[in-house]
Every structure is written in structure tokens, then in C-alpha cells.
């Protein structure tokens, strides 16, 4: 199925702890056409893969062993402004949900379906850098 | 709130019905955060069959889609476990079990990185194949979720017992507190709080899923980590 939107010059960072769900989301972004340009498994190597790729988007799993994706978000913010952050998460109660709209960030619950998950990444990965951050 | 007068009963009953309450949102919150990602990773997996590439691709898939079967079963065993209903024990008879193949295949299960190195002779203790199964993937799974080191596997054979240690270098080490709460139902300590999504179910079951065939599940501190021993009739 060939996608309704222009992915093929977005690069994308996936940030999470479960290989099966990072093996998952590779193959489903490239069958989107986006270019998987790094894998991270806790926050602190999201914050490192960015700085060193610099892509347009970083899904980002919230809750990781060691440095979670929201220990992650301040880091990441600093060192690469012009990438935008998309929370990635199997569940998300009050609180998440509250800080992630206060830092603008949008927030995906984990689906099989990556629809959702593709459409977000086109609007903030397509968009000029300075429009990116929050 | 309690006016002069009220029984002391009641609002230790209130206090009760509020705890009950909190539990009953952490349990469901926790457990629908672990049945999430299995389910959402399978259901992904089978629609990237469609459009997989290659064979390689397709085996993959299938081979990811059965993995996380495999921990949506032993999840309800746990939660079944846990609650005491035992009608899902299995229903085999104990034999002489080779530890190794069950530790590498539980290692591949809980989604450990790379082969797991098992130190030691191959050892085979009086257990069902299937209970030995689950303690491994518990324990194996602990060690994945909770250390940021490499884990390592010992096989021991006593006299009267084989004892499997696990070995876990984790990022914040758990106070003598929380080593003596460790196998109590839904108990998480601060390290596995920040570790992320977890139960406080996978000690506690595999101790007493241990404790039926006659074995112990223990956890000491080491060095920079923790080691949980499976001891297990010989």
C-alpha cells in the first residue's frame, strides 16, 4: 500500500526497552517508507542516539529501566531542539497524560495498528525544525 | 473522617476500603500495562505478515508472535497463581529435567539480549518441565527487567539438590527492606518502581510455583547486584 503522504526523507529514532516491540516498529515505519535511522533501549541512549543522528522524530517509550523516556524528555529537549519527541506508551494515566500536554508533547498508547502512530510523525517530522520542539 | 463518639472499627474499616481501593487501581493499572505490549506486539507482528518481504522476515514475525504468546500465558498463570486458584498447575509428574535447554529457550522468551551463558554442568532436577519453565522465565524475566548489566546463569548440583543461581548487576541495588519483601504479592521496591512496568508478581509466583515441587527461591545481595538461587530437588 503505497502511503496518501510524502514519509521518505523522514528519519525516525525508536526509544524502547522491548526488543520485540523495537523489531516490530522498524519494520512497520519502513514499510511507511520512514528511514529508521537509530534504536535506543532506555533514555539515556535515546538522548545519545539523537544527538548523534539528529533525526526529525523520536518515538520515545516512557517507561524503560534506567533512564525512562521521561527522565529522557529534558535532556533530549536541550541537546536536540529540533527533534520532535512523539511518547509512545502502553498505558498512561493522569499524570503522564497532564505532563506530556504541558510540555506539548503528543502522546500514542502503544497499538498493532501504527496508522495513528505514522500520521503523527508526518505532521511533526515534515514541518520546518524550529516548529518541532515545545 | 472520625467524630468524637464513632467506633475505632469503622474508620479502620474506611482505612481498609481505601487501601483496597488503591490496590485494586495499581493491580489493574499494572496489569494492563503488562498484557499491552504482548498483545499489541502480536497483533502488530500478524498484520507485518502480510506485507513481510522475505521468508527470513516472515519467521521472525512468527517466531515474535509465539514469544509473546508465551508471555500472555504465563502472565495468567501468574495472576492465577496469585490468586489462588490452582487449577492451572500442570497436571505432569515430576522428572529428572535438564535445566539448560529450558534456561537458554526461557532466556529467548523474556526477550534477553544475545545467548544467555549458563556456567556449570548441565544438571536435571526432580521437577515438571513445564513448572521449571515458568520459574525460569519469572526469574530470567526479574533479571532482564531489573538489571542494566549482563546476567548470569550457574548451575550447582549438591548431593540432595540442584541449585540454579541468577546473577544481575542492577542500577540501584534493593535495600535489606525490600530483599525481605521481595516475594510478597504485588510488593515493588523503589528500584523496581523506577525500572519501569512490572507487577511485583514474578518473585512471588516462582517462589511458590518452587515451593510446590518441593524447592525454594531466594534472593541475597552480590557485589553490584543480586543473585536469586532456584533450589530444587536432585
Known amino acids: 500500500v503505497t502511503p496518501a503522504y510524502e514519509t521518505r526523507a523522514i528519519r525516525v529514532v525508536i526509544a524502547d526497552d522491548e526488543p520485540d516491540v523495537r523489531v516490530l516498529l522498524r519494520m512497520q515505519l519502513q514499510q511507511k517508507g520512514f528511514d529508521v535511522v537509530g534504536e535506543a533501549v532506555d533514555g539515556r541512549e535515546a538522548v545519545d542516539v539523537c544527538v548523534e543522528e539528529m533525526p526529525d522524530v523520536v518515538v520515545l517509550d516512557l517507561l524503560m529501566p534506567g533512564t525512562n523516556g521521561f527522565e529522557a524528555i529534558p535532556a533530549m529537549r536541550r541537546k536536540c531542539p529540533t527533534v520532535a519527541i512523539i511518547a509512545y506508551t502502553a498505558v498512561a494515566g493522569e499524570f503522564v497524560r497532564q505532563e506530556m500536554s504541558r510540555m506539548r508533547i503528543p502522546l500514542l498508547l502503544k497499538s498493532g495498528n501504527v496508522d495513528a502512530l505514522a500520521s503523527k510523525i508526518v505532521e511533526l517530522g515534515a514541518g520546518p525544525p524550529e516548529n518541532r520542539g515545545g | ?234
Open chain 2, 1 to 234: 473522617m472520625r467524630t468524637d463518639g464513632e467506633p475505632l472499627e469503622r474508620e479502620q474499616a474506611a482505612m481498609s476500603l481505601a487501601d483496597v481501593d488503591a490496590i485494586r487501581r495499581r493491580v489493574l493499572n499494572v496489569v494492563g500495562h503488562s498484557l499491552r505490549t504482548p498483545v499489541t506486539t502480536i497483533a502488530g507482528m500478524a498484520g507485518a505478515l502480510v506485507d513481510a518481504p522475505d521468508d527470513e522476515t516472515r519467521a521472525a514475525l512468527v517466531e515474535g508472535i509465539a514469544r509473546n504468546a508465551q508471555r500472555l500465558e504465563n502472565l495468567l498463570d501468574g495472576l492465577l497463581l496469585a490468586a489462588g486458584v490452582t487449577t492451572a498447575l500442570p497436571v505432569d509428574e515430576a522428572v529428572a529435567t535438564s535445566v539448560r535447554p529450558i534456561l537458554e529457550e526461557s532466556w529467548r522468551v523474556v526477550g534477553g539480549e544475545g545467548d544467555l551463558v549458563v556456567d556449570g554442568p548441565d544438571a536435571a532436577p526432580l521437577v515438571r518441565a513445564s513448572t521449571l519453565r515458568q520459574i525460569a522465565e519469572f526469574v530470567l524475566d526479574n533479571a532482564v527487567k531489573y538489571g542494566d548489566g549482563p546476567t548470569t546463569v550457574t548451575v550447582e548440583r549438591t548431593p540432595d539438590q540442584v541449585l540454579i543461581r541468577v546473577a544481575s548487576t542492577g542500577h540501584v541495588l534493593p535495600t535489606d527492606d525490600e530483599l525481605e519483601h521481595a516475594f510478597e504479592l504485588l510488593y515493588r521496591g523503589e528500584h523496581a518502581v523506577t525500572a519501569g512496568p512490572g507487577m511485583g508478581l514474578g518473585l512471588f509466583v516462582a517462589r511458590q510455583l518452587a515451593r510446590i515441587e518441593g524447592g525454594e527461591v531466594t534472593l541475597t545481595r552480590a557485589g553490584e547486584g543480586v543473585v536469586v538461587t532456584v533450589a530444587l530437588q536432585a
